[in-house]
């Protein structure tokens, strides 16, 4: 599969999935399910060896010992303590993704996002904080990034047995993305 050096100079010689020194260029998607595209640069990246062993083992095993998986997606919302986590953790199974929206927020701005938004609302003051945490809408934008990836990804993969998006309040992209898949909407209330 190795397609030379036009790749490795366009990757800087680095391996894009660990990060180490890249020895080989790979198709993205394999020739044989897109014969076409088997000198696009594009479906093209750089690999170390050892992930391309990985990623050839996967793939193997996904083609032979015909591994299905139908997955399926549960959209968990409610308000914070409202028991979302051990809602999840309770159904959890060994090949699940769990996306926590709220948690990533949460540690990309370095604050609980969600606790002071609701103080807000009932003391009707802005703290110092406060008003930080309203100037942190930026994070929000670059975590909207990667979960707009991660659902465009879904939307092509079945990868997992269960995806589970925890959300407070989950958003009109959820619904929009998600559209063509039979996703299951569990509000919790807490009670
Ligand atoms: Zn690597």
Known sequence: MENGKEVLTRDMDTCIRCGMKGQLGDHIIPSEDDWENRLNINNLETLCNDCHRLKTKRE?????????????????????????????????????????????????????LIDKQIDLNESNETTESNKSLINNIDVKEYIDLIYEMILRKLRTEKTFNNVWIIQSIPDIKLFDLLASYDADYILLDGR
């Open 60 to 112: 193997w095993i996904k083609k032979h010992k015909g591994v299905k998986r139908s997955m399926k997606i549960t959209i968990v919302s409610g308000y914070p303590a409202s028991g979302k986590h051990s809602y999840v953790s309770s159904r959890i199974t060994e090949h699940d993704l769990v996306y926590d929206y709220d948690e990533l927020m949460k540690c990309s701005t370095g604050q609980r």
